[in-house]
């Protein structure tokens, strides 16, 4: 099972803290999930995903440009804890769990299919499969695969 955030929650995130977000989940049990999958915008110009993976009690951030956001992902793990207290009024245990900023990721060889490479990792990862499939010569079936499936308003398999 996996939940997706929407692209604005961890801009509002780090802009405002936990008491900007904390009422987008209120009908949603994030902790009864697998996987959260954490979209990032970043400096506006640039997209990267970040997961909460349960399973693994391990938080990765995922950038097709190589860029490392332990910061990102440390306030992503603040945020299990304040959802924790909010939601169950029980604190939550990240000591062991493991932060990761994984530098062989699928690279892009351009500068404009960040938000492609974001969306691929976000499917192959909510179905557990292997993010090293995905080439950037691969680009365009997914640029096209993606407007299929807006337009249709059906996931492709």
């Known amino acids: 099972r996996a939940y997706g955030f929407n692209t604005f929650f961890h801009s509002a995130l780090a802009e405002h803290g936990y008491s900007r977000v904390k009422r987008w989940t209120k009908k949603v049990d994030l ?7 954490v979209p990032i915008h970043v400096q506006k110009i640039h997209w990267c ?12 951030y995922y950038d097709s440009m190589a860029g490392p956001d332990r910061g990102c992902l440390n306030r992503l793990l603040t945020y299990l804890g304040e959802e924790s207290m909010d939601k169950k009024k029980t604190p939550f245990d990240t000591s062991s769990w493991s932060v990761q900023c994984p530098k062989d990721v699928p690279q892009q060889q351009n500068s404009s299919d960040c938000g492609v490479f974001t969306s691929t990792f976000a499917e192959y ?3 557990n499969a292997d993010i090293f499939k995905i080439k950037q010569k691969d680009m365009p079936y997914y640029r096209k695969k993606m407007m299929a499936e807006i337009l249709s308003k059906k996931l492709l398999t």
Do not use: E, V
């Open 31 to 37: 902790f009864s999930y697998d996987i959260l999958l």
């Open 125 to 127: 990862l909510s179905r």
């Open 49 to 60: 995903l970040a997961t909460i993976d349960f399973r693994k009690k391990c938080l990765t």
